[in-house]
Nanobody
Framework: QAQLVESGGGSVQTGGSLKLSCAAS????????MGWFRQAPGQEREGVAV????????YYADSVKGRFTISRDEDNNAVALQMNSLKPEDTAMYYC???????????????????WGQGTQVTVSS
């Protein structure tokens, strides 16, 4: 079964930047939309950003608009998240996710997501 493999997490100070990458190890049936969720301790998993194959439809959570940019390499079935102007409230475990539709991000409901990565930690210090 194909897997999602993330890289690029780490620790930065407020205002810094990080880039997360995620690549599928194989074909993802139904994985037309790829993106990221994040989860801080004691909080619900939050849909951060997603990009869908074909038209390139994107969605960003209000909390990251203007600071985060998602991009996709369809040839390699990979997605990247450029995170700029990071804030302490961005601190969380970031999970790469793939699903056949964008609804999980629009509805902020991760329960039906088809594919998950193992997660990568992002820590922003003040």
């Amino acid at each position: 079964q194909a897997q999602l493999v993330e890289s690029g997490g780490g620790s930065v100070q407020t205002g810094g930047s990080l880039k997360l990458s995620c690549a599928a190890s194989g074909y993802l049936p139904g994985g037309g939309c790829m993106g990221w969720f994040r989860q801080a301790p004691g909080q619900e998993r939050e849909g951060v950003a997603v990009i869908c194959r074909g038209a390139g439809t994107t969605y960003y959570a209000d909390s990251v608009k203007g600071r985060f940019t998602i991009s996709r390499d369809e040839d390699n079935n990979a997605v990247a998240l450029q995170m700029n102007s990071l804030k302490p409230e961005d601190t969380a475990m970031y999970y790469c996710a793939a699903d056949w539709q964008i609804d999980a991000w629009l509805n902020q409901d991760a329960r039906g997501i088809m594919y998950w990565g193992q997660g990568t930690q992002v820590t922003v210090s003040s």
